[in-house]
């Protein structure tokens, strides 16, 4: 596997950030002033299940639809950890999820009991490639990463989107290694 992990150092460490203070997501949406005519910044939500968020996922990954009630089971298991902010573009006139982010927040002892975000499931649909898009998800991220007093994101980058991440300050870190159970 052609994979190399790539980390993002934040010094600016703000110790009084509770991650359990929810405003935090919509103040970094609200800060970075993301929104344009047709296209809604935002967090998932339930609906998103009909707004072609798997066919999406799946120019990423494996990523079959559960049927309808699986998938409402997940997402409340994901909202009520906390741990996991999934953001979203949506295409207003299409009714189409076009790209998205997930962030999950690991929780350390060490460093102060620091946290770090890990950056998951990152993509934008083929059709909006290089419009800038991708460049307005990893800034919310980082963004969002500082706010909740991220000491570092970390991410598995694809050999062919290592370039892409250096542009915003990502530096390879080390080499990743998977278990899978699964093959
Ligand atoms: C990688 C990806 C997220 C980039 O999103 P995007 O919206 O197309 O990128 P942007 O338009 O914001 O590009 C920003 C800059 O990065 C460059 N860039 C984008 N993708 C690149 C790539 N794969 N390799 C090198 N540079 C790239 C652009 O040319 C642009 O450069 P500029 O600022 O000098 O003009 C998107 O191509 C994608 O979803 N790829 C498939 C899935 C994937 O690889 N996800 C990442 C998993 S690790």
């Avoid at 296209?39 to 998103?48: A, G, P, V």
């Amino acid at each position: 596997m052609n994979e190399k992990k790539i980390l993002y150092e934040n010094r600016d460490i703000d110790k009084k950030c509770q991650i359990k203070n929810k405003n935090f997501v919509e103040e970094t949406l609200k800060t970075l002033n993301l929104e344009s005519e047709n296209l809604k910044f935002r967090q998932i939500e339930k609906e998103d299940y009909h707004k072609s968020y798997f066919e999406l996922l799946s120019q990423l990954t494996v990523a079959d639809k559960p049927d309808y009630d699986s998938w409402l089971q997940r997402f409340e298991e994901i909202a009520d950890a906390n741990l996991t902010k999934i953001f979203v573009v949506e295409d207003l006139n299409e009714k189409k999820i076009i790209a998205t982010i997930t962030c999950y927040t690991e929780l350390k002892f060490i460093r102060n009991l620091g946290k770090i975000c890990h950056i998951e499931d990152f993509v934008i649909e083929e059709n909006y490639r290089n419009q800038k898009l991708g460049s307005k998800l990893i800034n919310l991220a980082i963004n969002y990463a500082k706010n909740i007093g991220c000491y570092k994101i970390i991410l598995q980058s694809r050999e062919e989107a290592t370039p892409f991440y250096e542009k915003f300050g990502f530096t390879k870190n080390s080499q990743a290694m998977a278990y899978y159970f699964n093959k």
